[in-house]
């Protein structure tokens, strides 16, 4: 657990080790193979993680951990604990459908529902985890999400157009929506930008920053500035020689872009490789 | 450097296998559309109102017959064996895409296979050996089943690949949201997969609306009005088969119009499916 206490003092806002999300000696198996070994960190409450590595390091692995996606795969399981607010989501008797509404996530490529109007699409985590819903409560629901994730305003016209007619940053912004209405507590963020352009990835940086203050959020990005430019805590991934990943350093985001204590990050960080 | 020889003989050879190709296109074309015409030419003539509102004229001979009991029955067995091969279908393909281990999805593809495969005329036996045989009757209900039996992998074998190429990033989509497994492929994959499963339902409909070998000795055929689903029941097929063997000039004629009449089915059916998907595309 060597990796806490630098987080601590990133954050500087929780010395007495107040983490919404600590992961205790987890690995991540497809099959046989472990992709990812033994990562140990604690993420603070209303902070933004990023997890940075090279291609094939098992950041999106590591992500897909956090809410009990990585089992989805045929033969993938995981081992370790994982806490969220102290209690093991790996437990026995933990139901992974209710950690995914805890834990929400957005994805690499935006994928809102193509048979689902724009609204639908913000409430479908409400509506398709119940029997009934009124609709006038679900309005609210999504005309808040919308707000919060500010698409509402280039949207509220086309509510009951197809999620997919919007354009990709619009999509991406939409997911984002979708998450929020669930109420989650963390929500990861898998490569969120790479399938977009400047202008839209800008637009979903700023509102990260804003979400930051309602959530915590945990983002895998290849993009080295967009980490610096966003987050508080930066984790550096790399394969190891067993071509398992590993954490190989963790800490403030400005500790490890300017004064990284392995020697591996200041090579990647320097753009020696990667 | 190749030798003017070799040059020659490598675009004989090129030219060669076009043209067998183009030859194969162009026999294929030719046989739907004379098939087509043939039918269109010799039944159109004998096609008219009388044939779809009348019970066949006795004696023989008798202007204004027509196939009102075969059409109404060929539509009920037809129905009732779409009523039953759909859901079995569905769930069939449903647990084929999305909740069958891949050994065990591998098996049950393949059986599907297989009884896809299987001779109409064996499945007819089938029916006959368990419904026909027990009820001491042909019936309807057991040309039902035949014609289910027949439709049901085209229908489970549609709906698997329909649901495939639903994106796995949807599921995704899904499940991180916090909804159950069951309940994202019911809101989720199926309308994403509406059309091509409706296609193949409709396709499926088409295939046993024309198949004759498995009523022989199931709905067996009749001359009277619908009444039960336990007793004999007049097909279209089935009477275009004994109608054409026979040797009455106006059978034969009948023969040609129920030819037409189930051919422009199937072609607008085949229309009908080919539209749906175009709407999908767009």
């Not at chain 1, 929780?14 to 140990?40: E, Q, W």
């Not at chain 1, 619009?170 to 930008?193: G, H, N, T």
């Not at chain 2, 020659?8 to 296998?17: A, D, E, P, Q, T």
């Not at chain 2, 009523?83 to 069939?92: E, K, M, Q, R, Y």
Request: with cysteine; hydrophobic share 50%.
């Amino acid at each position: 657990m060597d990796t806490c206490p630098q987080t601590e003092n990133a954050q500087g806002q929780n010395p007495n080790g107040n983490h919404i999300l600590i992961t205790k000696n987890l690995n991540a198996y497809y099959g046989s193979f472990l992709a990812v070994r033994d990562v140990n960190m604690a993420i603070a409450p209303n902070s933004i993680t990023a997890i940075i590595g090279p291609s094939g390091c098992g950041k999106s692995t590591l992500i897909r951990c956090f809410n009990r996606m990585h089992e989805v795969a045929h033969g993938a399981r995981v081992t370790g604990q994982l806490l969220l607010d102290g209690e093991d989501i790996y437990g026995t008797g933990i139901d992974p459908v209710s950690v995914r509404t805890r834990i929400g996530m957005v994805f690499q490529k935006p994928n809102p529902f193509p048979t689902m109007s724009v609204i639908d699409n913000v409430v479908a985590g409400l509506k398709l985890s119940r029997i009934w819903s009124r609709r006038r409560k679900m309005e609210e629901i999504a005309e808040r999400c919308l707000r919060q994730a500010a698409l509402w305003d280039e949207v509220k016209d086309k509510l009951k157009q197809s999620g997919t007619s919007l354009s990709g940053g619009q999509q991406q912004r939409l997911c984002i929506a979708r998450a929020l209405a669930v109420k989650p507590e963390v929500i990861l963020m898998d490569e969120p930008c790479s399938a977009l352009d400047p202008i839209a990835t800008l637009k979903i940086e700023d509102l990260m920053h804003t979400l930051a203050k309602d959530f915590t959020i945990v983002i895998v990005t290849h993009n080295m500035q967009q980490a610096g430019r966003v987050s508080d805590a930066t984790a550096f991934m790399m394969m190891g020689d067993d071509r398992a990943g590993q954490l190989v350093e963790y800490g403030a985001t400005k500790q490890i872009f300017t004064n990284p204590k392995d020697k591996r990050t200041e090579d990647y960080i320097s753009g020696l490789f990667g | 450097m190749l030798g003017a020889l070799t040059l020659i003989i490598r675009k004989g050879f090129n030219f060669m296998m076009v043209s067998l190709c183009v030859l194969g296109a162009v026999l294929a074309m030719t046989l739907v559309c004379m098939m087509l015409g043939y039918i269109l030419v010799h039944g159109i003539t004998f096609f008219n109102l009388d044939f779809i509102t009348n019970e066949a004229a006795f004696p023989i001979g008798t202007p204004g017959g027509g196939m009102r009991n075969e059409i109404i029955g060929t539509a009920i067995i037809v129905s009732l064996g779409t009523l039953i091969a759909v859901p079995v279908g569905l769930f069939a393909g449903i647990f084929l895409s999305e909740f069958a281990s891949p050994t065990v999805a591998s098996s049950v593809r393949f059986a599907a296979d297989i009884l896809s495969g299987v001779p109409s005329i064996v499945v007819g036996i089938f029916a006959y050996a368990i419904i026909v045989r027990p009820m001491h009757s042909f019936s309807a209900i057991s040309a039902a089943v035949a014609l289910a039996i027949i439709m049901l992998p085209v229908v489970a074998r549609t709906t698997e690949e329909s649901m495939r190429l639903v994106p796995g990033s949807l599921r995704e989509a899904a499940l991180a949201l916090g909804i159950t497994r069951w309940r994202s492929v019911l809101s989720v994959v199926i309308p994403g997969a509406m059309t091509g499963i409706v296609t193949g339902v409709i396709l499926g409909m088409a295939r046993i609306a024309g198949e004759t070998a498995p009523l022989l000795f199931t709905a067996f055929g009749s001359n009277f009005s619908f009444e039960s689903l336990s007793e004999p029941i007049a097909a279209l097929p089935l009477q275009i088969y004994r109608y054409a063997m026979s040797p009455y000039q106006d059978w034969l004629q009948q023969a040609w119009a129920g030819a037409f009449l189930l051919a422009m089915m199937v072609l607008v059916v085949s229309l009908a499916v080919r539209f749906i998907s175009r709407k999908r595309g767009s």
